[in-house]
């Protein structure tokens, strides 16, 4: 009661008429009446501001919510985004890696092959020497085998007898021509190798 007093105007007190009789059951009435209009409006009001609050308390929850829901949208976005770009990251750091691996094994591959050229190349200079060790032998036994032309203080019996010995040896003069040819064609080889070492050795270093 003394909620609704604060709030309440002043009350004035009704004058009592002279001459007339007082009632006091009527006033008190009156009184009563307006005392209970008074509390009813002031009930009304609260419920209506009561109401008002609420509404503006639903809206301001539906808000938070909204916002909320916003921000758990957005932060799965991000997370989404920041997924695809680790996947991203991974699978252009795994291509890097398989393309070094690749570049790596190909150029491993590339030095067993000048390896191995080198080596069979070496072979083939070897037995290429030997060879031409054994041509050098058989060369050497020719030019044993050959006289020196001396004609001279012969009569003409000798003469023909060294005209027949020296056509017999006319075919191991043109074996010798032949065998210098094929040295020559063997020091033309021997450049070509040493050609071929020296690059598939600058091959190696890089």
């Not at 008074?38 to 501001?49: D, N, R, T």
């Not at 799965?76 to 570049?103: D, G, V």
């Not at 070897?126 to 050098?136: F, H, L, M, P, S």
């Not at 006319?170 to 040493?194: Q, R």
């Amino acid at each position: 009661m003394l909620y609704f007093r604060l709030f309440a105007p002043p009350l004035t007190v009704p004058k009592i008429p002279e001459g007339e009789k007082v009632d006091f059951d009527d006033i008190h009435r009156k009184r009563q009446e307006k005392d209970l209009t008074e509390l009813q409006s002031l009930i009304e009001a609260h419920f209506i501001q009561r109401k008002k609050d609420e509404e503006e308390l639903i809206a301001l929850v539906n808000r938070i919510e909204k916002r909320r829901a916003e921000r758990a949208e957005q932060q799965r976005i991000r997370t989404e985004h920041e997924k695809e770009r680790q996947n991203r990251l991974a699978e252009e750091k795994e291509r890097k890696e398989q393309e070094e691996a690749r570049r790596k094994q190909d150029e491993d591959a590339k030095k067993k092959k000048a390896l191995t050229n080198m080596t069979q190349q070496y072979s083939d200079g070897k037995r290429g020497a030997k060879k031409q060790t054994e041509r050098e032998k058989k060369r050497k036994i020719l030019a044993e085998r050959k006289k020196p032309l001396n004609v001279e203080r012969l009569n003409e019996d000798k003469l023909k007898k060294n005209l027949v010995v020296y056509t017999f040896f006319l075919g191991p003069c043109d074996l010798s021509l032949t065998l210098k040819a094929s040295k020559i064609h063997i020091m033309l080889y021997d450049i070509n190798w040493e050609r071929d070492v020296l690059a598939g050795l600058q091959i190696i270093k890089t």
